[in-house]
């Protein structure tokens, strides 16, 4: 696929947590350096919500004093994040899944919520109430892999034995999620071609896949299209931020992916994937 006309914006998003309000700037002075950022609480500490646009999300399912979400706690895990970020509004609030509970989402209308440059998409899940509307998506978080990672440790590309403390631990609820949506036959002989292009090209696995999303798949950013990017240390984020300034990945590397795509295109991850995960684990 070819470049679109304008790269994809960045955005930077994640639920690092900072032992201080330096190691956050830290952080921060790197976002300024390459003109870019978003996140919530320190946003919010060192009074960045007035520069940034700022997105948002849910409180994750996992927290144990609120096992399972209901419209109540949704919305006043929103209220929470205004209160975090000292803003009475935010561009997008996003929900880790279709809104199944008829939220009213009235309750946002007009301070709360602004139109920010999303399109629009139709609801794809058959249990979801959601009508029509200018919403946005959800991206599927993926982490830059290190050489301590089950899925790249070896060319074998096992995930039979997986630590506990791994989102790949079968016993746990997000495990069970990760090993229906991931651990497949196609998808792992994929990541086995997927390494040995990183080894050929002299590239990491990272930054092809950075690259590739900003400059060859279908976002543009003339339209508003973000990827949203995070890191462990202020030193990662400049690393990350490097390689999606570097351009376009080569007609080559360009070419060998899609023709790996066209092994995995009918099983590979969808918008939906991981709510359909969930709901059939629960």
């Known amino acids: 696929m070819t470049a679109p006309n304008t790269p994809a914006n960045i955005a930077y998003g994640a639920v690092t947590v900072f032992s201080s309000v330096d190691e956050a700037q830290q952080t921060y002075d790197v976002l300024a350096k390459h003109k870019d950022g978003d996140s919530e609480k320190w946003i919010g500490e060192l009074g960045l919500a007035g520069k ?118 079968r016993r746990s609820i997000i495990g069970k999620i990760y090993n229906f949506a991931y651990n497949k036959p196609e998808l792992l002989e994929y990541l086995k071609e997927y390494i040995q292009l990183s080894k050929e090209t002299g590239l990491s696995q990272a930054e092809i896949a950075y690259r590739w999303v900003r400059f060859h798949a279908i976002l543009d950013g003339a339209r508003g299209d973000s990827i949203i990017v995070e890191a462990s240390s202020p030193g990662q984020l400049e690393e990350t931020l490097g390689f999606v300034e570097r351009g376009p990945l080569s007609e080559d590397v360009v070419w060998k992916l899609q023709v790996m795509w066209e092994s995995v295109k009918d099983v590979a991850l969808h918008h939906d994937t991981m709510f359909n995960a969930s709901s059939s684990l629960s």
Not at 99 to 105: A, C, G, Q, S
Not at 123 to 145: E, G, I, V
């Open 52 to 169: 940034y646009t700022t997105t948002t999300k849910a409180p994750t399912f996992q927290d144990k004093s609120n096992p399972g979400r209901t419209k109540e706690t949704i919305l006043s895990g929103a209220k929470e994040s205004f209160k975090q970020l000292r803003v009475d509004k935010v561009a997008v609030y996003l929900l880790h899944s279709p809104d199944t509970l008829k939220i009213n989402w009235k309750l946002f209308s007009g301070p709360a919520l602004s139109r920010g440059p999303i399109r629009e998409v139709l609801p794809k899940s058959r249990k979801s109430t959601a009508s029509p509307r200018r919403k946005a998506s959800s991206p599927q978080s993926t982490k830059a892999s290190t050489p301590s990672s089950p899925e790249t440790s070896s060319t074998s590309c096992s995930l039979s034995n997986t630590p506990s403390a791994s989102r790949w631990y």
